[in-house]
């Protein structure tokens, strides 16, 4: 059974102290790996699609990394405004499947 | 705003009432999707639809109708309901079943069941 495990569940930083997000995959076949931001009370926000172990992708003060079991999303220097759920997710079967997701808060 | 569009943002209703989510698309995609998002719990997939068919239903209770009259709109019809049905559904849409960008998703419907 194909499984998304996002770790920590919760993770709370001072400004400008970098960190990582890791979301560990279980999946027959990968098809893309994605990253998704969440505000409260909106829906998920595309971030980034990872497709084979060793790529990376950067937006602003993100950058995602792949390996064959896991992909990190490692936040450098983050401000308050990067405070949200980041969601990871990969295709199982027709449409992706989610893992919980890391609520990150970072105060001032 | 993302191009998907979730009407009403809320909703609250009775356990014998009936009611509708709607969600409509200005992407020009030609996949939409369903997904219950509850506290504590990874988004759940509901129903899948490419080219207005049904390709998944992510057995689903049948309180939960979904219907797709074309490719720009999503419905989700909704009757005799439980409290445990209370939650965030998000609608989400992609071009292809497996986009390289994966979906784009509406702001959801934040639905209470009373």
């Known amino acids: 059974e194909d499984q998304v495990t996002q770790s920590p569940e919760a993770l709370r930083l001072q400004e400008g102290e970098s960190s990582s997000l890791n979301c560990s995959y279980t999946?027959?076949?990968?098809?893309?790996l994605f990253w998704y931001r969440q505000d409260p009370g909106k829906g998920p926000e595309f971030l980034f699609t990872?497709?084979?172990a060793g790529e990376e992708k950067e937006k602003e003060r993100l950058k995602a990394t792949l390996t064959k079991k896991e992909s990190f999303l490692h936040i450098t220097a983050p401000k308050p405004e990067d405070s949200a759920t980041y969601l990871c997710?990969?295709?199982?079967?027709?449409?992706?499947?989610f893992g919980k997701g890391t609520s990150l808060l970072v105060t001032p | 705003e993302t191009g998907v569009t979730q009407t009403p943002r809320h909703l609250v209703m009775g356990m014998t009432n009936k009611k509708s989510l709607k969600c409509e698309q200005h992407?020009?995609?030609?996949?939409m999707y369903w997904y219950k998002q509850s506290a504590k719990k990874p988004l759940e997939l509901m129903f899948v639809?490419?080219?207005?068919?049904?390709?998944e239903n992510n057995s689903v209770p049948s309180r939960f109708s979904p219907e797709c009259p074309n490719s720009s709109h999503l419905f989700l019809h909704l009757h005799t309901l439980q409290p445990e049905d209370s939650a965030l559904y998000l609608c989400?849409?992609?071009?292809?079943?497996?986009?390289?960008?994966?979906?784009?998703f509406g702001s959801g419907t934040r639905l209470t069941v009373v």
């Open positions: 989400a849409s992609s071009q292809g079943l497996q986009g390289a960008e994966g979906y784009t």
């Open positions: 999946v027959s076949g990968l098809r893309g």
């Open positions: 990872l497709y084979s």
């Open positions: 997710a990969v295709y199982s079967g027709y449409a992706l499947n």
């Open positions: 992407l020009g995609h030609n996949a």
């Open positions: 639809y490419s080219l207005e068919e049904r390709v």
